[in-house]
């Protein structure tokens, strides 16, 4: 039996890759970027009007001008026109380039427009400081043409999309998602839409990693096999010439059903552990068929299976599509706890902020492994480490969260 430390490390090792795929910008968001994202040309590209008003040269205010004829009318999209008088104004509108011969905007708050009897009209100034180059976004401000926008290995969030058109890529090269079978095992498991038997349970443990998976625009395909060795050997084989990862949930502890760690050692899968010093989830299997397949074979137990794939499974998935790995999260233990077993301990808890800013968590234990309901009152599972059996209120400890803090 290994330890969670040894067990992560080992996982980690693997350099398992899915490689990459060329696709629409429309389709790209939540994907894991493959390529540089770099400016095409200035952020933004001209010395832009961020105020409809008008648009002047401040040498003329610097010498007293208050009153500006208007020369004409600018709007966004339009070629820049030039300031014929230095003591006249070109009325502008937000977006627009900034016309020839002027250097500053004021907005249409600070002035009145007058009509002149010959049918002129003329912004009158009702402020007396101004600005010089004010209200103006400059050429280039943000970002200079050339400039990497974007390194490989970024998620794709709806910024990184507007970026991307905003420099003409409509086409985004990011890494391929990888096949990925979802296998069950168990007599005692039936279909969602069935009746259980006394005896029976309804399956849920896929349908939990299927949405996990989704996360990331992943559909893996669920597979279940009965409690029967030739028929786990053969489903087995065809899922391994298939998929790039295989995880599985039961039937890999000590039971005299439990056929699938024999299963896949025939089917040439390399073994690299299979229990690890942890609760819940301690009969863990992990093996790979270098450069071919990986395996996660996790505890049936429903809360274990969550264990299993957000502490192992989620972390290498995100290192195999190039993305980065989150930054590690603490929480402060909201009330003591005991623990005696020589075990790293997945404590379930519920988060709370208080009003200094500081992430609490407030255990909320259940009734074991198998208590999956138990899920629904938790935001996240605090990593209690092995070596210690006393937890002292507002010591803090890692934090696995499997909730956003806007749906806590």
Known sequence: MITVKEAFQTIMQSNFRFGTETIPLEQAVGRVLRESLSADRDFPPYDRV???????????????????????????????????????????????????????????????VETLENGTRE??????????????HFQGEDRKQG??????GSWLSPAEISVAAKIGQDQLQVSRLPRIALVSSGDELVEIAATPLPYQIRRSNLYMLQAALREWQIEAQAFHLPD???????????????????????????????????ALEKLGVTKHFHRIAQRPGKPLWYGEIPDQL??????????????????????????????????????????????????TYFLQV????????????????????????????????????????????????????YRTLRQM
């Open 50 to 112: 961020t105020m409809d008003g008008i648009a002047i040269n401040h040498a003329a205010f610097a010498q007293g001008k208050r009153s500006f004829p208007i020369q004409s009318t600018q709007t966004a999209g339009s070629p820049p026109q030039k300031l014929h008088q230095p003591t006249a104004c070109i009325e502008i509108m937000t977006g627009a380039m900034m016309p020839e011969g002027t250097d500053t905007i004021i907005r249409y708050e600070d002035f009145s």
């Open 123 to 136: 912004a009158v100034l009702q402020v007396d400081e101004v600005v010089w180059r004010q209200n103006v």
């Open 147 to 152: 400039d990497i926008l974007r390194e490989p």
């Open 228 to 262: 029967h060795p030739d028929t786990i050997l053969a489903a087995l084989q065809d899922i391994r010439d298939q998929f790039d990862v295989m995880i599985l949930s039961g039937g890999v502890s000590k039971g005299k059903a439990d056929y699938i760690p024999e």
């Open 294 to 343: 990986q395996v996660f074979a996790l505890p049936g137990n429903p809360v274990s299976t969550f264990i299993g794939f957000n502490r192992y499974v989620r972390p290498w998935l995100l290192q195999s599509l190039g993305a980065p790995l989150p930054r590690p999260a603490y929480a402060r233990l909201a009330k003591e706890v005991l623990f005696k077993p020589d075990l």
């Open 350 to 401: 519920r988060l709370e902020m208080d009003e200094t800013g500081v992430l609490l968590a407030q255990p909320i234990e259940g009734h074991g492994s198998g208590d999956l309901a138990n899920l629904m009152d938790c935001d996240g599972f605090l990593e209690l480490p092995q070596g210690k059996n006393h937890f002292q209120a507002g010591e803090s400890y890692p934090l696995i969260p």
